[in-house]
């Protein structure tokens, strides 16, 4: 990718109120049919806000914000380690260290039900609109896929490693498994895998990102990199490519500090996000192979991040990430838990023009 861009101070961007106060923001979501955000933490709860956001009315002026706390609940047994919303927003799913996956239904109440069980933690949740099922990615090597109404999973696949992350779109459900391995479904009917590899990235993937119109997907890494692959490889389509965003290196450009990217959020025009432990925030195309956007530091990790259904509200969390385990952390009251909403315009985020040269 060339460095091509606008660089921006996030300072202007507006704090969420009442964030977790106690360990770390694992995964944030935006509801699909309202500007409703959800923090997943790993202090066991989830909480929502109601994000409403007014464009600037002149140039170089701030937009206008009204953000109020919604609701919270806890999960009874342990840390959040991923949320979902379903297809109308009005349930939330949360994957629990407990190996546990619940149900919240936010508009009756503040109880978490018990959908499904692994035999390890539940690294990943998200929903399926196709099947209109939850599905649960877990150490315990399986994805499972739930219909809310019954305790007995409608299915499930044995994976060759533990599930990392996982990403579902339309019909396409990838999979980040531990070893660098990668599975991908198809959910038309019957779940059928459609693709195993081993990612193109050197070291461990931290997260994956199915393309908005189902062509492919997006990989990070604990090394500072990312991966675009498509599904189509032959003549007259994309090329697969890999490229740095969270590194940092010296003057003379000999030596790198390494981040790990912890998430790739996709805009709804196609672009995309990646943030990351040096705090960074970077906007991409990667059609014409180009940094849109790159923030400056927060100062912080950024632990998670996701664009609104509507794509202009961009929604960031700085939280510890326990890339340096628990001798990282600095305890509750000195480790500082903080959401920020950046509101995205489109000449932020829209493609552009490929440069000359550039295939």
């Known amino acids: 990718m060339s460095g091509f861009g606008m660089t921006a101070q996030p300072s202007p961007d507006q704090l969420v109120p009442l964030p977790p106060t106690a360990d770390g923001i694992s995964s944030l979501a935006w509801s699909p049919t309202a500007n409703l955000l959800a923090a997943g933490n790993w ?49 939330l799913f949360a994957g629990s260290n407990d190996n546990k996956v619940y149900m919240w239904q936010v508009a009756s109440g503040n109880t978490m039900q018990q959908i499904g069980v692994h035999d390890a933690p539940v690294r990943s949740v998200c929903f399926a609109a196709a099947n209109n099922w939850v599905v649960s990615g877990s150490w315990d090597k399986t994805i499972k896929f739930w219909d809310c109404r019954s305790p007995t999973p409608v299915g499930q696949f044995q994976l060759p490693e533990r599930v990392y992350s996982m990403s579902c779109v339309g019909n396409v459900l990838a999979v980040a498994l531990a070893a660098r391995k990668i599975v991908v479904y198809t959910l038309n009917g019957s779940p059928q895998q459609q693709l195993e590899m081993e990612s193109p990235l050197k070291y461990q993937t931290r997260t994956i990102s199915v393309f908005p119109d189902q062509s492919g997907f997006a990989v990070g890494s604990i090394e500072g990199r990312c ?133």
Not at 51 to 75: D, F, G, I, Y
Not at 268 to 282: H, K, L, M, Q, S
Not at 286 to 307: E, M, N, W
């Open 227 to 359: 991966h675009i692959h498509y599904f189509q490889q032959k003549p007259g389509f994309a090329e697969n490519f890999a490229f740095r965003c969270h590194r940092e290196e010296n003057a003379t450009k000999t030596i790198s500090t390494v981040h790990s990217v912890n998430s790739i959020p996709f805009h709804p025009f196609g672009t995309f996000a990646t943030v990351g432990g040096d705090g960074v925030i970077n906007f991409w195309d990667k059609d014409s192979k180009q940094r849109l956007k790159l923030f400056t530091p927060c100062g912080d990790t950024i632990s998670a991040a996701a664009f609104n259904a509507q794509g202009n509200i961009f929604a960031y969390a700085k939280s510890y990430e326990w890339n340096k385990g628990h001798e990282g952390y600095q305890g509750a009251g000195v480790a500082k838990n903080e959401i920020y909403l950046h509101y995205t315009p489109e000449e932020e985020i829209k493609q552009r023009a490929k440069k000359a040269g550039k295939r």
């Open 43 to 91: 202090d066991g709860t989830v909480r929502l806000w109601d994000c409403q956001v007014q464009p600037p009315s002149m140039p170089n002026s701030q937009a206008m914000w009204q953000v109020q706390p919604k609701a919270e609940s806890t999960t009874p047994g342990g840390p959040v380690l991923d949320i979902a919303f379903s297809g109308d927003g009005s349930t």
